[in-house]
């Protein structure tokens, strides 16, 4: 058994070279398939996938292979050798997760192979100068940063954090922090919270008490409608509700009007955004999966469309690297060109958008020029 | 002295298996999680399949050292050999801490304070600053004697003489005075009691014994994958599946947990890479667009766990001595 | 004003966890296991709760009359299949073996439901009444406490008045005597085995409104049905009730004076200062370990 693997791992080795022009270029996709994150992960493996059968519609022929890390990065890592020295791909999309994607990306300079993350946010990731890590979605310190921008005309005095003891929520507050105190917006309560309780109301009992100005939230998932639902019982109400990403972004979420009316959130993407094909890819995802899709679904559209078209121009690795460095896009996710900025390296600028939700859809409405709704302020129950 | 013979040869042959297969870093990277997977089991299965105490909570001593070592490391810039000595000693008092809580303790209650007390580490690492919190430990760089700690092999050969010290130390147990003590408190605490035996003592070093080899894996660890979260390193999922690979194997045997990890990681592996699904379809025994086909691509990778469960259930009902019972009838 | 607050939103979300502690308590008390495959029974309970709402339209607490008997008849056939083989095993392979039960059921759930959670929501999901000028009860947690507190009236009159009731208790206090005594012990191990799966799928059904579905929410609640049977004493009904309520009152109560993310400390350090000075619990006899 164990030799017959080995076999099998060595003639995969020997034959790569000669494959290589045979049989149509191979990619890997890194994906939280099953663990914690296997939600998310769903709708990049959607998004992947509708890119993916486009471009075979357009005649581009490539072969993607799917890993799953189970939001492991141990895993991640295996998955990312398997792809480069066994499966011989030029060019990897994703990992998903924070966690993974910095393992991965710390190895991606040793193998030479062109990483493309999708949508993790941690900002260490695109910080280290690795030249073979490119990513397309904003980090994290954009998601406060947009929220805070887009009702600082208001005049707010006060913030109260609230958010899971995650990567992703601990980081973002703490850019949120930062961004606050340049603000001038005083702390008035910081509510860290382990995720999956039953019961948030003592610690948002504290945030009424504090009589916040704007309430900032980091929740994922389902956790997000708890604590919503929770903060109406104990009857929150601040000017603001401020969503960074995740829970708050859902349609799930939107569709609780009686809770999630004029929550305002930071996103990737929306659909009425005005970027070339937002609202088509909407309409084509709704009508394949019968959901709507989330900011990570377009992130992987755009990230796959990215890789495959680069790399069906590329036949080496190296070509692809090169391809991604210098070229330009327009799509989905508007402009996107991978540059070097304020310590990042390969960092597609990517503007986030705010959006509030209106009576169970979500309208954007910051920055001005991709939106066409106007934000409302304070916030009503 | 068989057995002494057996453990040099199956090392021997793991030490030149690299040699071999040639630089794949994907076979030698599985070949980690197999050796990290089988020292882990034999570790625990010093304390939980001689001294019949099963510690549920484990992942506690492999996070002390994944943990120890990358703050010394990437904080005060320490030696990692010095870094995993000092995880070595924080795992240590851990355990003696631990110990004098369970020991205390018989049957369900000491499975349930040792997964307590893992709990609590674990949500301390999360709840602390010095221990990066939730957002964990990422080391960017780290250096040993010149050596390439980019490349597998130093990983490899050091999980593998973890392995073959665990697996010597618990040959050592067997034929020593300790380890006929530990087995007489497995059979009857009360008996060995009444014999004389010092229950606490022995208990805590099985547990000290155990503890210490753990810390060293996570340590190992840590440096090899060079991110920690909690995640990651104190997991309860990282404690019940050091016990199912001693269990499946055969618990309270020399080899079993290496056989669990030999059998059980490259099955995960395979699941979660989705094998067996690509490879029906490349043979075009199932279609890829068929119902069956959805699911072996799409689904299959789900399994990994439930195909744990269900090997638990089988081998728990159907063979108490494990897998390596099925070879070896008599003890 | 926060203490109050912070008390009653104890008490009422206690109760749901006094449900699935006593559930395990009985099982513990008549069958002497501890099973660590309550918590996905439980999820299971939710998934019943969802799927008799949003398929069949019943209000998830009037489906309790469905899924009390759906959920007895599961355990009562998992104890005939599985459970009652190892009854006289080592703890730890009746624990190995609840765990690999717990793996299957939460890794099937998976399969089947997919792990994007499920919300339950009702008309009343997150409405509240008002007292004592400012203090806000919630109207589902309130709804789920008095059905508790029902749930268990019933259950103790069960437990003391009828003869399979006497029969369970007689087994659980000791069950060679019982055996001596004539009483089918082997059908006894079933029915408690069952109604603790219906008391745990009840905890689950119960807090479906107010939480979320998924396939590894067991993982959350099993280590607090734990907790609960420890502090109230192994076996023991009442213990559990209560054991339920005060974990819920200290749980909210460190959030409010402590930090909530340290509450799951606080909760696990009782937990072992129980073990340690009254391993009987609060409400056990003595030398009932």
């Known amino acids: 058994m164990k030799n017959k693997f080995v076999s099998i791992v060595a003639a995969a080795l020997v034959a790569l070279p000669l494959l290589a022009h045979a049989a149509p270029i191979k990619i890997g996709f890194i994906n939280s398939i099953t663990g914690k994150e296997a939600q998310i992960g769903e709708n990049l493996t959607n998004g992947a996938a509708m890119a993916l059968e486009e471009m075979k519609a357009k005649g581009i022929q490539v072969e993607l292979i799917k890993e799953d890390d189970g939001g492991d990065p141990k895993n991640a890592l295996a998955a990312y050798e398997k792809l480069v020295t066994r499966d011989g791909v030029i060019g990897v999309v994703g990992p998903y997760t924070s966690s993974s994607a910095n393992v991965v990306a710390s190895r991606s300079d040793q193998y030479q192979v062109p990483l493309l993350v999708p949508a993790a946010a941690k900002e260490d990731i695109t910080m280290k100068g690795y030249k073979n890590v490119f990513r397309l979605n904003a980090p994290a310190n954009v998601y406060s940063s947009v929220l805070m921008t887009a009702v600082a005309s208001y005049k707010p005095k006060t913030i109260a954090y609230v958010y899971a003891a995650t990567d992703f929520g601990v980081s973002t507050v703490k850019t949120a922090q930062e961004n606050a105190a340049k603000m001038g917006l005083k702390e008035v309560a910081n509510e860290k919270y382990q995720q999956g309780q039953p019961d948030y109301r003592p610690s948002l009992a504290k945030v009424k008490a504090a009589n916040p100005d704007l309430v900032f939230l980091v929740s994922y998932d389902a956790d997000a409608i708890l604590l919503m639902r929770q903060a109406k019982e104990i009857g929150l109400t601040p000017k603001a509700f401020l969503g960074a990403g995740a829970g708050y972004t859902t349609a799930q979420f939107a569709q609780q009007t009686e809770i999630s009316n004029l929550v305002i959130s930071a996103t990737q993407w929306t659909d009425d955004v005005n970027w070339p094909g937002a609202a088509d890819f909407a309409r084509r995802y709704k009508a394949k999966y019968s959901k709507e899709p989330s900011y990570h679904a377009a992130c992987a559209y755009e990230a796959m469309i990215i890789m495959i078209e680069t790399a069906s121009k590329s036949n080496s690795a190296a070509k692809l690297r090169a391809g991604l460095k210098a070229g330009s896009w327009n799509g989905i996710m508007g402009p996107v060109k991978f540059a070097d900025y304020n310590g990042f390296t390969n960092q597609n600028n990517h503007p986030m958008l705010v959006q509030q939700i209106i009576s169970g859809k979500y309208e954007t409405v910051f920055p001005a020029q991709f939106s066409k709704k106007k934000l409302v302020y304070p916030f009503t129950r | 002295m068989k057995q002494i013979i057996l453990i040099a040869i199956i090392a021997g042959i793991a030490a030149v298996l690299p040699l071999v297969t040639g630089e794949s870093p994907y076979f030698t990277g599985v070949m980690i999680s197999v050796l990290m997977m089988a020292a882990l089991s034999s570790a625990w299965n010093i304390l939980g399949g001689y001294a019949g105490q099963y510690s549920f909570g484990h992942a506690a001593y492999f996070g002390a050292g994944a943990y120890t070592t990358m703050i010394l490391i990437t904080q005060f810039n320490l030696n990692p050999l010095l870094s995993m000595a000092a995880g070595i000693i924080i795992a240590c008092l851990i355990a003696l801490i631990t110990g004098s809580i369970v020991f205390r303790l018989r049957g369900h209650y000491f499975g349930l304070a040792s997964i307590a007390v893992a709990e609590i580490v674990r949500l301390s690492a999360l709840n602390f600053e010095f221990t990066g919190g939730a957002q964990g430990i990422l080391l960017s760089e780290v250096s040993l004697w010149g050596l390439d700690l980019n490349s597998k092999n130093p990983f490899y050969y050091g999980m593998l003489l973890v392995l073959v010290v665990t697996l010597g130390i618990t040959l050592y147990l067997r034929t020593s005075k300790t380890g006929f003590y530990l087995q007489a408190i497995r059979e009857d605490q009360d008996a060995a009691a009444s014999l004389g035996i010092n229950l606490s003592f022995y208990k805590n070093k099985a547990l000290l014994i155990s503890a210490s080899l753990t810390s060293l894996l996570g340590s190992l660890y840590a440096v090899y994958i060079r991110f920690i979260d909690t995640s990651a390193v104190l997991d309860l999922r990282l404690s019940i599946e050091i016990i199912l690979t001693a269990i499946i194997g055969g618990v309270g045997t020399l080899w079993g947990p290496v056989l669990g990890a030999v059998l059980l990681v490259p099955l995960a592996e395979v699941l979660r890479s989705n094998v067996i699904g690509d490879a029906l379809v490349k043979q075009g025994l199932v279609s890829e667009t068929s119902g069956l086909g959805i699911f072996l691509k799409e689904n299959l990778a789900h399994a990994h766990v439930l195909v744990y469960g269900i090997i638990t259930v089988v081998c728990i009902l159907y063979l108490p001595k494990g897998i390596l019972g099925l070879f070896r009838r008599v003890k | ?289």
């Open chain 3, 1 to 289: 004003m926060f203490f109050l607050q912070s008390l009653l939103s104890g008490i009422l979300t206690g109760g749901v966890y006094a449900l699935a502690g006593i559930g395990m308590s009985l099982v513990f008390g008549v069958m002497n296991i501890s099973n660590f495959a309550h918590g996905d029974l439980m999820m299971l309970g939710m998934y019943l709760a969802y799927f008799a709402f949003t398929l069949l339209h019943i209000d998830p607490y009037l489906s309790l009359l469905l899924i009390i008997p759906t959920a007895f008849l599961f355990g009562f056939i998992l104890e005939k299949v599985f459970i009652h083989r190892i009854i006289n095993h080592l703890h730890q392979n009746q624990i190995l073996l609840t765990i690999g039960l717990g793996l299957i059921m939460s890794n099937t759930a998976l399969l089947a439901f997919t792990s994007d959670p499920k919300i339950l929501t009702t008309s009343y999901s997150s409405s509240a009444v008002h007292i004592l000028g400012g203090i806000s009860l919630s109207v589902p947690l309130l709804l789920s406490f008095v059905i508790t507190c029902g749930i268990i009236g019933i259950l103790f009159i069960f437990l003391s008045k009828t003869t399979t009731g006497l029969a369970l208790w007689a087994t659980s206090q000791n069950r060679e005597a019982a055996q001596l005594m004539g009483i089918n012990v082997a059908k006894m191990s079933a029915i408690a085995f069952g109604l603790g799966t219906s008391l745990a799928a009840t905890a689950g059904a119960l807090i479906a409104p107010t939480y979320y579905i998924h396939p590894m929410v067991g993982h959350t609640f099993l280590l607090k049905a734990f907790t609960i049977c420890v502090l109230g004493g192994l076996g023991s009904v009442v213990g559990a009730g209560v054991g339920g309520v005060v974990i819920g009152v200290v749980e909210s109560m460190s959030s409010t004076y402590l930090s909530s993310d340290w509450k799951d400390v606080v909760v696990f350090i009782i937990f072992l200062a129980v073990l340690l000075l009254r391993p009987q619990g609060l409400f056990g006899k003595k030398g009932e370990q």
